[in-house]
């Protein structure tokens, strides 16, 4: 069965911080996919980021960067310099690509809060 | 395109009242989802569709149904509704292959009292 945790319930930082939110998955398909998706205070869940299991390299996007690990089972996202505008919370989602229903599983969400 | 649409945004409801909540999507989705959101407790699945006509359980099932006439909408029916079942609902569709990303309404704010 395929799980995620995220152990990290709450992270709160002072603007220009860097942050990084853990993401820890597990899952026996050789052949799977990674996702972050955001939630900012408005409700509505946005995409941010797709990972397959055989694309090891990390993404940069701007101020956001992903860095993905098969040796520790991990898809960790770091914001530099955070703004007050990157309050939200963040969740990490694994879907699995043979042997599995297709049907993400979310972890349960880091709550960031970003201080002026 | 709208993306996936649901309503109502907001709803209280009596102990034992039922409800429909509407989702729709205007992206020819396979998939469709139902998410139940509590506080701190993430995303939890109630049912989800893989085309119309085919519905099947998520993690939290009881206490809702649901149907999939057309491939654009996936209704949400809570009967005898209970104050366990205060919560945000979310709706979600994607396209049928797992690396392929969720798109979720704006979500449904349910109270019952």
């Known amino acids: 069965a395929q799980k995620v945790t995220q152990a990290q319930t709450e992270i709160s930082v002072v603007e220009k911080e860097d942050v990084t939110l853990d993401c820890v998955y597990e899952?026996?398909?050789?052949?799977?996919?990674l996702f972050w998706y955001k939630q900012p205070p408005s409700g509505e869940l946005v995409f941010l980021i797709r990972?397959?299991?055989?694309?090891?390299q990390n993404e940069i996007s701007g101020r956001y960067s992903w860095n993905f690990q098969k040796s520790t089972s991990s898809f960790n996202f770091t914001i530099t310099a955070s703004q007050v505008v990157d309050s939200a919370v963040y969740f990490c989602a694994l879907s699995e690509g043979q042997g599995g229903s297709y049907i993400p599983t979310f972890g349960r969400g880091t709550s960031l809060i970003v201080h002026p | 395109n709208a993306g996936v649409t649901q309503t109502p945004k907001f709803r209280i409801l009596k102990i034992g009242q039922s409800m429909t909540l509407q989702c729709t999507q205007d992206?020819?989705?396979?998939?469709m989802y139902w998410y139940r959101q509590d506080p701190g407790m993430g995303l939890k699945l109630i049912y989800y569709s893989v085309g119309a006509g085919i519905t099947d359980k998520g993690e939290v099932p009881n206490g809702y149904n649901v149907s999939r006439s057309t491939t654009e909408d996936f209704p949400l029916r809570l009967e005898l509704a209970a104050p366990s079942q205060t919560s945000v609902y979310f709706c979600a569709s994607s396209y049928s292959h797992p690396g392929n990303e969720q798109f979720f309404g704006p979500g449904t704010r349910l109270t019952v009292l």
């Open positions: 992206m020819n989705h396979n998939y």
């Open positions: 899952t026996r398909d050789t052949t799977y996919y």
């Open positions: 990972r397959n299991s055989f694309d090891e």
